[in-house]
Every structure is written in C-alpha cells, then in structure tokens.
C-alpha cells in the first residue's frame, strides 16, 4: 500500500496503471491477454489477490467488459484492460455502462490499427473510436497519459471521476509509454482523495428508464434521460484533467499533442527555446470530452497551431471544429508505425515559421 | 396446493405486462415467484438477472432487485457480480436465442467454472422479441420467418452441453408440467453451483402461428404430446427421437462451485 513518504519508482507505463488501481482500492480486474496491454493482465493476477483483490480471465473482451460492469455494480471498484481489437469488442457494454451509469475503467494501449496491424507497435488512432465507438448519443470520459508518472495518476483519477459522474472512463495510452520505463512517485495515503461508491444493485439496465430503472419508451422520459446523461459530464468539465502548457502565451507556433507525441513535442519546445524561437505546447490530459474553450482561447493567440498525433488526423479535425480559423490549423502526423521525433516536429515548426514571414 | 404470497415479489403497478396473449412467459415467471415465496427471500437477498428478448422483460415486473444486461451476456455480467457478491442469490431469466446463439460462449464458460447461479432458459422454440426467427434451439423442419420451407439446420440441446460442461444440475420440462417446473425451479435455486432449467414454453404468435399449431390452448397440449419422459426417449430409436423433446432430470451432483474453489485454493489447509 502507500506509504506515508511518497516513494518513488522505477515503471512502466503499464505496471503504473496497475500500481494506481490498486492506491485507488481497484479490486476486481477482469481481462483478456493483448499486445501491448498483456502485462497489466498479468499483474493483476500476481498483485490483486494479495490485496484482497480478484483477477478473473474471461472467454473474450466482451466477457471482460462484462464482468467489469458486473463487479462494478456488486461494489467493487473495477477495471480491464485491452488494446484496439479488444476494445472493439467492448464497445457494446461500454455503451451500456454509459446507459446503466455504471463505474469502470477501461484502459486502451494504443496499438497500429485497424485489425490486427502490428500487435506491437504504437498508434495514436483510437481517438474517434474512444469517443464514438459505442453506438447512440453519449458522453463519456478520455484520459491521455504521456508517461509512466502520468500513467500512474491518471489511472487513479480516472477510477475518482468514474465513482463520481457514474459512467465508463477510458485511458487511453499507448504501446511505447506502455513499456517505457520512468522514473514514478507514488501519492502517499494523505494524497490519495477517493470517492467511495455503493454496494447495493437495486435495478438496473440498459433500456431507457424511469428515475426508478423500470423501462420505459416515453419520448419525454427518453429526451430528459440521454440529455441528463450527456450533460452531467459536459457541464463539469471543471472537474476533469486540465491540458498542459508550456513555453510563452503568444507564439509563434502552438502544438498540441497528447501521449507519447506529446513528449516528443515537449523535447521539441526545449530545442526551439534554445534557438530563440516562440514555441508553446498544449498536451491534452483529457481527450473527451474535448476541451474546446481552453483550446480556443490559447490557439487564438498562436500564430499558427500544429497537432502532432500518430494518425490521419483525428484530433487536428476537433482543434479545427473549436472554431480556430482552418488556415492556421496544421498537423504532423505519422501512420508508418513509428513514432514522432522531435527534430521531426522542429523541422516543421522551421518551415512553418520561415513561411509565416 | 396452498399457493403461498408470492405477490410480494411482483411490481404489480407496473402491469399489463408486455407479454401477448396465451405467451408462457407469465406462467415462467409466476412459477419462479411462487418458488421464491415457498423459500421465502427477503428481497434484498436475490437478484433476477436477464438479457435482451421477451422474456427478459421478467425484470421489469418484480419488486426486488433486479439486472438487465446486453443481449447474450447476462452470465459474464453475473460472473463479476457473483464475485464482488458471492451472499446474493442470483438466477437468470433468458430466451433461447440469448442463451444459445449470442450468448453460448459465456454460458458455456459459466458452467464450466461452475458459478453459483440458477439459469432458466425460456425456450419458445425461436426468436420471439424481433419477429419469429429460428434459434440454435428450434426444431429442424420448423417453419419461421427466415425459414419459411423449414429449417435445414440441426438442433441443439442446450442441456446436454451444460452437462459437458460442467454444471451440477440440468433439468427440462415445459410451462404445461407446471409441477414439475416449480420443483425444477426450486431445485435449480437451491443448488450450489450452476444449475440450469430449459422451460419450453409457448409462443403462439409467431412460433405457433407459423407452424400451424394453433392458439395457446392447442399449444400446451402440442407440448404435452411432443415432451416424453427421459427414461422412455432413452428407449427410442435416434429416428423416433426427432419427434420429441425429452422431459426430466439430466443432471445432479455436487462439484465445488467456483467461488468456494477459489477460496479453498487460496487457503489450501483449511
Ligand atoms: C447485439 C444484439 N443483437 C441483436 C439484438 C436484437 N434482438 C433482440 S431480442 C433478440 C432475440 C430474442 O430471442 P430469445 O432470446 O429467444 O428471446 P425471446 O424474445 O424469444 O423471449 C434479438 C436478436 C440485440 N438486442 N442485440
Ligand atoms: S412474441 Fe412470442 S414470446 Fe414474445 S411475448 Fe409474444 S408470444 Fe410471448
């Protein structure tokens, strides 16, 4: 357990998720083996039980999100672990932990994508299937973590802000911060705030229902339950995650990143300030909902603004869609399995500011 | 027989059910109730857990506590609950086609860990919620809204793959046998272990429309003459068999369930 000196550890991204499950009392682990995210299965087996905890191993990732959602309801906190392929198969429960206000965690290694891709290689392209990838109209939580510290408190605020909006909070990492080891400090009994949930199951289900979870198929009771549903995550936005900043409020060039793109672009703030150049970093700790206004507000004052992300362009369309004018919005992506460097990304910020005047 | 309050477990407000005319699906479920007031539960003790389909609308009609998950997945639901709940007595209400099609995988898997729940299959021969389909579970020859010259598929019977399986009791019989059912029901529940009871059931606007049985009544009387007792189908020819559905007791023993296993292999001395 915690100590009452913070201790520091020597983790993977993966073994700090698993850590903050159990600072943040997780004590039901269901899951199904999956590159990148096996290791968090596996610790789970060895670590859980030895805090009164339970892994269980179940037929598939449906099974898995299932049993989740299941534990959740009987009282203990809960979560899986899984990696493109697998969250696929979730993405129907999820729906349902959204409808039936279940807490979980699920957390999503970023794998090279679609299908089975390369199993071990990382992407950054499950940002629309996070958000969207569960049918009908919903609103449900997305962390980004950048590296094993962030790992580590995330995973525990994501199980707090799951207890306290009562809905499925994804986080969503990748395959290198997965299996890079850093430097973690663990938070000490004192730091660890956790909200408490429930035992009792009473009645539940995935049907719209009525404030006493009888279903129903009234239009008005259907509109006031999705509306509740989406506003109750929307409308405390406040209380989730802040991205980031770094380097001067008005700059030349402003990216935005998140994961292990967003470490490289920090490496390249630190080399464009050597050169003397206006540079800034917005690395995104929540991915939805999308943080819209802070965007807005702190891309208007950038000259131009560059998403760095390891995919076609998924968050570059929402940075867009905050009403930042199109032209000043571009995107170093990369869809080739590896990763961005961050002379990459100063090789784009030169060209951009040579071009600028 | 004195029917004992079993009223007390049913959300009477929130009736006229769903359910048409002449469906077994009430006579399911007021047979479980009635099992439940013989044993008495106190309401915060059990749990009826159900999927997606007619049947499954069961929860919506009792007063205690009760979980509707996603179609096909009620068992890998209970599996988590029964582990964060082990106290809590849980059966599951679901159809053919949730528990057969959809659904196999985890039933399989339920049983094979042999958690500790009851599992009553409302088995009206097809798909009743969405039309009138057939399910892994109808009848060859059958005639249903996606086999309209009758099915080619074989069927399956559920039971005997909950037997390989692994579960420590598996019955069959039918809403016509009502005895039989609610001492079925009430064995299954008091099993540790899990148990499962194949009910077939009618429904006779499509499955009974379709292949020309006729109306509810005519329905329970096919079930009657299409049901023999195990013994005596043991005793046909696999020919004469296809006629029928066996009717009794297939399975009871005493297998450690999987919580208990799981906490016994945690202390092995005890
Ligand atoms: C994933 C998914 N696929 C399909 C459906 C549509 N659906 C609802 S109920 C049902 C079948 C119900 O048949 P059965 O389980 O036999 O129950 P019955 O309605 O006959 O009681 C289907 C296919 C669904 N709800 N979810
Ligand atoms: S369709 Fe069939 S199973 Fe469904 S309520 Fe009607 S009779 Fe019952």
Redesign the interface.
């Known amino acids: 357990m915690t100590e009452e000196k913070n201790k520091v550890q020597f983790l993977s991204g993966n073994e700090a998720c698993v850590w903050a499950g159990i600072h943040a009392k997780a004590r039901f682990f269901a899951g199904y083996p999956i590159s990148p995210a096996t290791e968090i299965a596996e610790m789970c087996a060895q670590e859980l039980p030895k805090h009164g905890g339970f892994y269980i191993q179940m037929e598939d990732e449906i099974g898995s999100i299932a049993a989740v959602i299941g534990a959740s309801l009987g009282g203990l906190r809960a979560f899986t672990a899984t990696s493109g392929p697998g969250l696929a198969l979730m993405q129907e429960n999820i729906g349902y932990a959204a409808m039936a206000e279940v807490p979980c965690v699920i957390i999503n290694v970023q794998r090279f994508g679609p299908s089975t891709g390369i199993a071990t290689k990382p992407a950054q392209s499950d940002v629309m299937t996070t958000r969207w990838g569960t049918p009908g109209d919903h609103s449900l939580i997305v962390l980004v973590p950048s590296g094993g510290q962030e790992c580590y408190d995330l995973t525990i605020a994501a199980f707090n802000l799951a207890e306290l909006f009562r809905t499925p909070v994804i986080v969503l990492t990748d395959a290198v911060i997965a299996h890079l080891r850093e430097k973690v400090t663990f938070k000490t009994k004192e730091e660890l705030f956790l909200i408490n949930g429930d035992k009792r199951v009473l009645r539940v289900t995935g049907l719209v229902h009525d404030n006493f979870g009888y279903s129903s198929d009234v239009p008005e009771v259907a509109e006031k339950l999705i509306t509740r549903l989406a506003q109750k995550i929307e409308g405390y936005q406040a209380l989730l995650p802040r991205p980031r900043f770094y380097g001067p409020e008005r700059p030349e060039v402003l990216i935005i990143s998140f994961g292990i793109s967003a470490r490289a672009a920090r490496q390249a703030v630190y080399l464009a300030e050597q050169e003397d150049l206006a540079v800034s970093l917005l690395e995104l700790q929540t991915l939805w909902p999308f943080p819209e206004e802070k965007i807005r507000k702190i891309g208007a004052k950038a000259k131009t603004v560059l998403v760095a992300e390891l995919n076609r362009g998924q968050v570059q369309r929402e940075v867009r869609a905050c009403g930042i004018s199109p032209e000043k919005v571009r995107g170093i992506n990369k869809i080739d399995s590896t990763v961005i460097t961050p002379s990459e990304i100063l090789n784009e910020i030169l060209t951009i500011i040579k071009k600028n005047n | 027989m004195v029917i004992p309050d079993y009223k007390k477990y049913l959300?009477g407000e929130?009736l006229p059910h769903i359910w048409c005319a002449g469906c077994g699906n009430g006579v399911i479920l007021k047979a479980l109730l009635i099992v439940l007031a013989e044993l008495n539960f106190k309401h915060e003790e059990i749990?009826l857990a159900t999927g997606i389909g007619c049947i499954c609308?069961a929860?919506?009609y009792v007063s205690f506590?009760?979980?509707?998950?996603?179609h096909g997945?009620t068992l890998?639901?209970?599996?988590?609950?029964?582990?964060?709940?082990p106290d809590?007595k849980v059966f599951c209400l679901i159809g053919d086609g949730d528990c057969a099609a959809i659904g196999m995988?985890?039933l399989?898997?339920a049983a094979r860990r042999n958690l500790d729940v009851a599992v009553l299959v409302a088995n009206n021969l097809n798909y009743g919620m969405t039309g009138g389909q057939f399910s892994p579970l109808t009848p060859s020859k059958s005639l249903t809204s996606t086999s309209r010259t009758g099915k080619t598929e074989t069927p399956l019977d559920i039971c005997r793959l909950a037997e390989a399986a692994g579960a420590n009791y598996v019955a069959r019989t039918s809403v016509f046998h009502h005895g039989e059912l609610r001492k079925f029901i009430r064995e299954a529940i008091s099993k540790k272990g899990f148990s499962l009871v194949e009910i077939l059931t009618p429904c006779p606007t499509y499955y009974g429309r379709y292949n020309k049985i006729g109306g509810p009544g005519e329905m329970l009387t096919w079930f009657r003459d299409k049901t023999v007792p195990l013994n005596k189908y043991l005793q046909m020819n696999p020919e004469e068999q296809k006629d029928y559905f066996w009717r009794g007791k297939l399975v009871e023993r005493d297998t450690l369930d999987f919580y208990t296993q799981g906490e016994k292999m945690?202390r092995p001395d005890d």
């Open positions: 959300a929130r749990l609308r929860g919506d506590q009760r979980f509707q998950g996603t997945r890998a639901f209970v599996t988590g609950l029964k582990i964060a709940r809590l995988g985890h399989i898997h945690k």
